[in-house]
């Protein structure tokens, strides 16, 4: 893939629940000057415009809070993964909530538009409600079901009002199949998103289940199930991870997830592969952080692994 790094802020939080995390990417920032981390000097970034004054305006579509900003979102975030294609960039993205990972896959469809993309969600969620289920409303519970056109009908508890309907519509992209999706470390599923998984067979890799396999084990079954895919994408929630070893800093913490030494190998070892498009870090969120910056700057190493990792592993190539 490419040679060049670019960092993209992506400061929306249009899909949480709780506000912050679109402070997540300035905590990076400033953990990064505190610790004296070159990251941000030796790597391009820029900050992608974002529609957060709409937290302060009245809710249109409650079971879709806010879509009509996502809808823009998505675009703005589609856009600039079609210009890191265009201009050779490997883009590295550090976002506010996990809504606009939609609009990632959005964009990658839109850069490798004949080729199938393959996808490592490492996150506590599914993320796999629809209008259709969603006990929130909140976005942030949905860009999967988005990226793979999922409706989930069977499961159905809410009455779509047509124009939620036809916002909903505009956030699927079918950018990846079923098939071609790796949970790992989700922990926290309700029934409408597990009858999902099980209906499309979706490869879930628990956190006992890597311990009792081994991050290597791990690793090598990610790289055989996405064999066939002609790229990759792998997107970070930090709750994924432990929150009693790392901080509550984060919208939806869960016990149980990833030690900061697992993530570190497990991220590490995707990083190695050759069919890598993108990479995202979502959910950081400095005001809920019960450690002061500590999520911030665990995110930080583990995003500075990543760019290390690339860059040794371009070199080999």
């Given at each position: 893939?490419?040679?060049?790094?670019?960092?993209?802020?992506?400061?929306?939080?249009?899909?949480?629940?709780?506000?912050?995390?679109?402070?997540?990417?300035?905590?990076?920032q400033s953990a990064a000057?505190?610790?004296?981390?070159?990251?941000?000097?030796?790597?391009?970034?820029?900050?992608?415009?974002?529609?957060?004054?709409?937290?302060?305006?009245?809710?249109?579509?409650?079971?879709?809070?806010?879509?009509?900003?996502?809808?823009?979102?998505?675009?703005?975030?589609?856009?600039?993964?079609?210009?890191?294609?265009?201009?050779?960039?490997?883009?590295?993205?550090?976002?506010?909530?996990?809504?606009?990972?939609?609009?990632?896959?959005?964009?990658?469809?839109?850069?490798?538009?004949?080729?199938?993309?393959?996808?490592?969600?490492?996150?506590?969620?599914?993320?796999?409600?629809?209008?259709?289920?969603?006990?929130?409303?909140?976005?942030?519970?949905?860009?999967?079901?988005?990226?793979?056109?999922?409706?989930?009908?069977?499961?159905?508890?809410?009455?779509?009002?047509?124009?939620?309907?036809?916002?909903?519509?505009?956030?699927?992209?079918?950018?990846?199949?079923?098939?071609?999706?790796?949970y790992v470390g989700v922990?926290?599923?309700?029934?409408?998103?597990?009858?999902?998984?099980?209906?499309e067979h979706i490869t879930?890799?628990?956190?006992?289940?890597?311990?009792?396999?081994?991050?290597?084990?791990?690793?090598?079954?990610?790289?055989?199930?996405?064999?066939?895919?002609?790229?990759?994408?792998?997107?970070?929630?930090?709750?994924?991870?432990?929150?009693?070893?790392?901080?509550?800093?984060?919208?939806?913490?869960?016990?149980?997830?990833?030690?900061?030494?697992?993530?570190?190998?497990?991220?590490?070892?995707?990083?190695?592969?050759?069919?890598?498009?993108?990479?995202?870090?979502?959910?950081?969120?400095?005001?809920?952080?019960?450690?002061?910056?500590?999520?911030?700057?665990?995110?930080?190493?583990?995003?500075?692994?990543?760019?290390?990792?690339?860059?040794?592993?371009?070199?080999?190539?």
């Amino acid at each position: 893939m490419s040679k060049i790094i670019q960092i993209l802020f992506n400061p929306s939080e249009l899909g949480a629940g709780t506000r912050g995390s679109s402070l997540g990417p300035l905590a990076i920032q400033s953990a990064a000057r505190d610790a004296g981390n070159p990251l941000f000097s030796e790597v391009p970034w820029k900050t992608l415009p974002e529609n957060n004054h709409l937290l302060d305006r009245p809710i249109r579509f409650p079971l879709a809070k806010r879509i009509d900003g996502m809808i823009e979102v998505y675009q703005r975030v589609s856009n600039a993964l079609l210009s890191c294609k265009e201009n050779h960039q490997f883009p590295l993205l550090i976002s506010g909530d996990h809504a606009s990972a939609g609009g990632t896959l959005m964009g990658l469809k839109k850069a490798y538009a004949n080729q199938r993309i393959g996808v490592v969600w490492i996150d506590a969620h599914a993320d796999l409600h629809s209008p259709y289920t969603t006990p929130s409303g909140n976005l942030h519970g949905m860009p999967l079901a988005a990226a793979m056109g999922i409706d989930n009908l069977p499961c159905q508890k809410n009455q779509v009002d047509l124009e939620t309907s036809v916002q909903w519509n505009k956030l699927k992209s079918r950018a990846v199949l079923p098939s071609d999706l790796v949970y790992v470390g989700v922990r926290s599923t309700e029934p409408e998103e597990e009858a999902v998984m099980k209906a499309e067979h979706i490869t879930h890799i628990t956190v006992p289940k890597l311990r009792e396999m081994g991050l290597q084990a791990t690793l090598m079954t990610i790289f055989d199930q996405l064999k066939k895919c002609d790229l990759w994408y792998v997107s970070f929630d930090v709750d994924s991870m432990d929150p009693e070893e790392t901080s509550y800093g984060t919208g939806t913490p869960v016990p149980g997830g990833l030690s900061i030494e697992e993530a570190r190998q497990l991220l590490v070892g995707l990083c190695t592969s050759p069919k890598l498009a993108a990479l995202e870090f979502v959910e950081i969120n400095p005001l809920l952080d019960n450690k002061k910056n500590t999520m911030a700057e665990i995110a930080l190493d583990l995003i500075t692994a990543c760019k290390n990792t690339l860059l040794d592993s371009w070199k080999k190539a």
